[in-house]
């Protein structure tokens, strides 16, 4: 037979449907058969049924016109009847004369009871399953109207409301039976009022709870009965609300109050409050459940909450617990200043990446001391560095081990940090300086060692990134001479600094430790963008010093914003002292070769300077003794040997003048003075001599003077030597600048040439006495190198500076003087 396509648990339900209603049916007075006889006399159809169909038969439950020898039949095979597609099909079947219909003419109902005609209409149950039909049936052919066809359908619609009535009947009936069951075993006190406040129901529970019986209660007010006297005027101004139609908020949740019982007692309740509509109106029920001893465990919990918290609070070891589920549940004031945060909802996977915990050497974040206890192992000592992103790091041991039941059960884990931060950075710093010194020990220069030490104490520190400058006096910079990057990092080599620029520029120039908290910030002076776009924040700068003042900074960047921490500038300072001392001993070192070379060069020069006109002066002397008879001849003899004795004396005066300032018995003659004059007189002898070699000289002088407190004649003889060197070292064909600039602070001479330039590597010795370039050595050139010696004295003993610059690979050099206004 086809079947409705219901689902397996659809066509149970449809068929337990189907058996009930047989039931309901069966045992009920409603008038079935007199329904039939309505539909059939509607249609004036000699035969009416009411039938339902299951898996295999079709029941006869309601009958009119059947002829004796069927009237007792109650069920024939589903197969052979017109039902069997009312119910597939959930649609009427109108049938004119089966006998011309392929598939019904066929059917045991035509073939053995002569059915001809058939109109049936489907009957429903209160769940929309279709049970069976309604149905009138002719033994001759029939034309149904569509009046026909309605009115059948009206009575399958009254059948249907006749059925649903009587399951609602039974239903209530046994609702009511087993509710009343249900209520009267429940552990819950169970109390039902209507919204005058009468009380309607009271089961066991409430006789046990409150202490009043049924028969006490039921018909009393319930505020008198179990709610305290002074909810009792919000009781009843809720039940006139409920009783006007209102909604309480508080329907279907579950509320903690107070009530009293029969001795008078106030206990606290927890109930669920409803409001139903029954037959007589609306009525409200709650179920009430005493929790004095929940109440009370949880005070009692609360107040030992209370006490483990502040407890836990008080503690300096950062504590922190998860669940059995990994969920952290514990943060103490110490831990939650560790971590920044409380972070109640978090595992303790996630804390690793949240909080960037590891341990040293990047061990894994399973080997995180939590994380293992919560997988079981006891940890005792664990080493933990703990990094937040803008904070410096923080070292901890941790100790950790799981929380189990008496059972056995895991129920969580606990951890304990304990703070070693500076304990460990004691240790790093003596390791550090123990370090340092055996580098320092080792290295044959400063570059050599720069490295290793600035690595050494970057990763003492933790900083990722460290630098060393020394101070290139000719040129009046910061060079760098080393440094160290820690592998993630890319920081390009750093150019040439001037005074007071950046971190290590602030440092040289005040002599004093720079602790710049975010070279990021800009605006600042201190703005160190290079570093700072990739991903330094801290710098610290601390200078390095020897006999002769500071000689250079090292410096280090941190990837955390920072405020300054003395017991780091101790440590670099520290360091940079040992620093010093090993500059000055390579100093010392390097003074006594230059003391050597110093000898050898003055004995070159007395072999050479001096050793030549004495020459001189002696052959043209012994010439004179021998031939003094010619004026003419005797005339040129005396004026080479006075040429000569001249070049002697300079020579002599340099070298005393040079002594003498150096040593400071020498004092310098300072009077105000204009140096645009000077500067003035000195090129115009320059520029005679630039004119006989062809040299294009150009001077720019500022239109006022440009006064100074100086020694003028040893001021000239400065600009005298700068000039003369310019025009001497320069070919012919090339071009002399000189320019005199001057502000609120001082005056700059620039000097500038295309001469031979200077060779990189002779650069630091160029102001060094006796010293001459390989170069201009080998164009053979006279000089003494004593001019550029004397004039960085007299220009620094007049609180000035000196530098030299080389044009790359452009010939040429621009010398720079700087003194300080009147």
Same mark, same amino acid.
């Given at each position: 037979?086809?079947?409705?396509?219901?689902?397996?648990?659809?066509?149970?339900?449809?068929?337990?449907?189907?058996?009930?209603?047989?039931?309901?049916?069966?045992?009920?007075?409603?008038?079935?058969?007199?329904?039939?006889?309505?539909?059939?006399?509607?249609?004036?159809?000699? /035969?009416?049924?009411?039938?339902?169909?299951?898996?295999?038969?079709?029941?006869?439950?309601?009958?009119?016109?059947?002829?004796?020898?069927?009237?007792?039949?109650?069920?024939?095979?589903?197969?052979?009847?017109?039902?069997?597609?009312? *119910?597939?099909?959930?649609?009427?079947?109108?049938?004119?004369?089966?006998?011309?219909?392929?598939?019904?003419?066929?059917?045991?109902?035509?073939?053995?009871?002569?059915?001809?005609?058939?109109?049936?209409?489907?009957?429903?149950?209160?769940?929309?399953?279709?049970?069976?039909?309604?149905?009138?049936? +002719?033994?001759?052919?029939?034309?149904?109207?569509?009046? +026909?066809?309605?009115?059948?359908?009206?009575?399958?619609?009254?059948?249907?409301?006749?059925?649903?009535?009587?399951?609602?009947?039974?239903?209530?009936?046994?609702?009511?039976?087993?509710?009343?069951?249900?209520?009267?075993?429940?552990?819950?006190?169970?109390?039902?009022?209507?919204?005058?406040?009468?009380?309607?129901?009271?089961?066991?529970?409430?006789?046990?709870?409150?202490?009043?019986?049924?028969?006490?209660?039921?018909?009393?007010?319930?505020?008198?009965? !179990?709610?305290?006297?002074?909810?009792?005027?919000?009781?009843?101004?809720?039940?006139?609300?409920?009783?006007?139609?209102? *909604?309480?908020?508080?329907?279907?949740?579950?509320?903690?109050?107070?009530?009293?019982?029969?001795?008078?007692?106030?206990?606290? *309740?927890?109930?669920?409050?409803?409001?139903?509509?029954?037959?007589?109106?609306?009525?409200?029920?709650?179920?009430?459940?005493?929790?004095?001893?929940?109440?009370?465990?949880?005070?009692?919990?609360?107040?030992?909450?209370?006490?483990?918290?502040?407890?836990?609070?008080?503690?300096?070891?950062?504590?922190?617990?998860?669940?059995?589920?990994?969920?952290? @549940?514990?943060?103490?004031?110490?831990?939650?200043?560790?971590?920044?945060?409380?972070?109640?909802?978090?595992?303790?996977?996630?804390?690793?990446?949240?909080?960037?915990?590891?341990?040293?050497?990047?061990?894994?974040?399973?080997?995180?001391?939590?994380?293992?206890?919560?997988?079981?192992?006891?940890?005792?000592?664990?080493? /933990?560095?703990?990094?937040?992103?803008?904070?410096?790091?923080?070292?901890?041991?941790?100790?950790?081990?799981?929380?189990?039941?008496?059972?056995?059960?895991?129920?969580?884990? /606990?951890?304990?940090?304990?703070?070693?931060?500076?304990?460990?950075?004691?240790?790093?710093?003596?390791?550090?300086?123990?370090?340092?010194?055996?580098?320092?020990?080792?290295?044959?220069?400063?570059?050599?060692?720069?490295?290793?030490?600035?690595?050494?104490?970057?990763?003492?520190?933790?900083?990722?990134?460290?630098?060393?400058?020394?101070?290139?006096?000719?040129?009046?910079?910061?060079?760098?001479?080393?440094?160290?990057?820690?592998?993630?990092?890319? !920081?390009?080599?750093?150019?040439?600094?001037?005074?007071?620029?950046?971190?290590?520029?602030?440092?040289?120039?005040?002599?004093?430790?720079?602790?710049?908290?975010?070279?990021?910030?800009?605006?600042?002076?201190?703005?160190?963008?290079?570093?700072?776009?990739?991903?330094?924040?801290?710098?610290?700068?601390?200078?390095?010093?020897?006999?002769?003042?500071?000689?250079?900074?090292?410096?280090?960047?941190?990837?955390?914003?920072?405020?300054?921490?003395?017991?780091? !500038?101790?440590?670099?300072?520290?360091?940079?002292?040992?620093?010093?001392?090993?500059?000055?001993?390579?100093?010392?070192?390097?003074?006594?070769?230059?003391?050597?070379?110093?000898? +050898?060069?003055?004995?070159?020069?007395?072999?050479?300077?001096?050793?030549?006109?004495?020459?001189?002066?002696?052959?043209?002397?012994?010439?004179?003794?021998?031939?003094?008879?010619?004026?003419?001849?005797?005339?040129?003899?005396?004026?080479?040997?006075?040429?000569?004795?001249?070049?002697?004396?300079?020579?002599?005066?340099?070298?005393?003048?040079?002594?003498?300032?150096?040593?400071?018995?020498?004092?310098?003659?300072?009077?105000?003075? +204009?140096?645009?004059?000077?500067?003035?007189?000195?090129?115009?002898?320059?520029?005679?001599?630039?004119?006989?070699?062809? @040299?294009?000289?150009?001077?720019?002088?500022?239109?006022?003077?440009?006064?100074?407190?100086?020694?003028?004649?040893?001021?000239?003889?400065?600009?005298?030597?700068?000039?003369?060197?310019? /025009?001497?070292?320069?070919?012919?064909?090339?071009? &002399?600048?000189?320019?005199?600039?001057?502000?609120?602070?001082?005056?700059?001479?620039? *000097?500038?040439?295309?001469?031979?330039?200077?060779?990189?590597?002779?650069?630091?010795?160029?102001?060094?006495?006796?010293?001459?370039?390989?170069?201009?050595?080998?164009?053979?050139?006279?000089?003494?190198?004593?001019?550029?010696?004397?004039?960085?004295?007299?220009?620094?003993?007049?609180?000035?500076?000196?530098? &030299?610059?080389?044009?790359?690979?452009?010939?040429?050099?621009?010398?720079?003087?700087?003194?300080?206004?009147?």
């Amino acid at each position: 037979m086809p079947q409705l396509d219901l689902g397996v648990l659809a066509q149970t339900e449809r068929l337990a449907a189907l058996r009930r209603a047989r039931l309901l049916l069966a045992s009920s007075s409603a008038p079935v058969d007199g329904l039939v006889r309505l539909a059939a006399r509607s249609v004036v159809a000699p /035969v009416g049924l009411l039938t339902l169909v299951d898996d295999e038969r079709m029941h006869i439950v309601g009958r009119h016109g059947l002829p004796p020898d069927l009237d007792r039949v109650h069920a024939e095979p589903a197969t052979s009847s017109f039902c069997q597609y009312v *119910v597939t099909e959930n649609a009427p079947l109108v049938v004119s004369d089966a006998r011309d219909h392929p598939v019904l003419r066929d059917l045991g109902a035509v073939q053995d009871r002569g059915v001809t005609a058939y109109l049936g209409q489907p009957i429903h149950d209160l769940h929309g399953y279709t049970l069976g039909a309604v149905c009138v049936t +002719d033994s001759v052919p029939r034309h149904w109207t569509d009046d +026909d066809i309605a009115a059948v359908a009206e009575c399958a619609a009254m059948l249907e409301v006749m059925l649903g009535a009587e399951t609602s009947r039974q239903d209530i009936a046994i609702a009511a039976a087993e509710t009343d069951a249900v209520l009267e075993t429940a552990l819950e006190a169970f109390v039902g009022i209507e919204l005058t406040g009468e009380i309607t129901r009271w089961n066991r529970a409430a006789e046990r709870t409150f202490g009043w019986s049924a028969q006490d209660a039921i018909g009393k007010q319930v505020d008198e009965l !179990i709610i305290p006297e002074r909810f009792r005027a919000a009781h009843r101004a809720g039940l006139t609300r409920m009783a006007r139609g209102g *909604v309480p908020k508080l329907i279907g949740q579950r509320l903690q109050l107070y009530a009293i019982n029969r001795a008078g007692d106030e206990f606290p *309740v927890e109930l669920t409050l409803n409001v139903v509509e029954g037959p007589t109106g609306r009525h409200a029920h709650a179920f009430v459940y005493d929790i004095s001893e929940r109440v009370a465990a949880e005070r009692q919990l609360a107040r030992e909450r209370h006490f483990l918290s502040a407890l836990l609070d008080n503690l300096d070891a950062g504590v922190i617990a998860c669940d059995e589920r990994g969920r952290l @549940i514990l943060f103490n004031r110490a831990m939650r200043e560790i971590a920044g945060a409380d972070a109640d909802t978090t595992t303790a996977e996630a804390l690793v990446q949240q909080y960037r915990a590891y341990q040293p050497g990047d061990a894994a974040a399973d080997d995180l001391p939590l994380v293992r206890a919560f997988h079981g192992e006891h940890v005792r000592e664990a080493e /933990v560095v703990i990094h937040l992103p803008e904070r410096p790091r923080r070292s901890f041991t941790a100790n950790a081990q799981p929380i189990r039941d008496t059972d056995g059960n895991r129920l969580g884990a /606990v951890a304990a940090l304990h703070e070693v931060t500076d304990r460990r950075r004691a240790q790093r710093i003596i390791e550090c300086e123990l370090a340092v010194a055996r580098t320092l020990e080792q290295a044959p220069t400063i570059e050599d060692a720069a490295p290793e030490l600035l690595g050494t104490v970057a990763r003492t520190l933790q900083w990722p990134h460290s630098e060393l400058w020394l101070v290139d006096k000719v040129g009046n910079v910061l060079r760098n001479a080393g440094m160290w990057t820690e592998p993630g990092y890319v !920081i390009p080599e750093p150019g040439p600094l001037a005074p007071g620029v950046g971190v290590s520029g602030v440092a040289w120039e005040t002599g004093q430790p720079t602790w710049i908290p975010d070279i990021s910030v800009v605006g600042s002076r201190l703005n160190v963008p290079s570093l700072a776009r990739h991903g330094l924040r801290v710098g610290l700068a601390v200078p390095i010093r020897d006999g002769g003042g500071v000689t250079g900074t090292l410096s280090f960047f941190g990837d955390a914003a920072e405020e300054p921490e003395q017991h780091l !500038i101790a440590l670099l300072s520290g360091i940079a002292a040992h620093v010093g001392q090993f500059l000055e001993r390579r100093r010392a070192e390097d003074l006594a070769r230059q003391l050597a070379r110093t000898k +050898d060069e003055f004995i070159s020069l007395v072999g050479h300077e001096l050793r030549t006109p004495l020459t001189s002066i002696s052959s043209y002397t012994e010439l004179l003794l021998h031939d003094n008879d010619d004026e003419t001849t005797r005339s040129q003899f005396l004026s080479v040997i006075a040429r000569n004795a001249e070049n002697l004396r300079a020579i002599i005066d340099d070298l005393l003048d040079l002594a003498g300032l150096e040593s400071g018995y020498v004092s310098l003659v300072e009077r105000p003075l +204009d140096f645009a004059a000077v500067v003035r007189a000195s090129a115009d002898t320059g520029t005679r001599a630039a004119r006989e070699k062809d @040299i294009d000289m150009r001077v720019t002088l500022p239109d006022g003077p440009a006064p100074v407190a100086g020694d003028q004649p040893r001021l000239r003889k400065v600009v005298d030597h700068l000039v003369t060197n310019a /025009v001497k070292f320069t070919p012919a064909g090339g071009r &002399v600048e000189i320019e005199l600039l001057r502000d609120t602070a001082g005056v700059d001479l620039r *000097v500038t040439d295309t001469g031979v330039g200077i060779p990189e590597e002779e650069r630091s010795r160029l102001f060094e006495r006796f010293f001459r370039g390989s170069n201009i050595r080998s164009l053979g050139l006279p000089g003494t190198g004593l001019g550029l010696a004397i004039s960085r004295t007299v220009v620094e003993r007049h609180g000035g500076t000196i530098t &030299v610059t080389d044009h790359g690979e452009k010939p040429g050099t621009t010398f720079l003087v700087r003194l300080p206004s009147l």
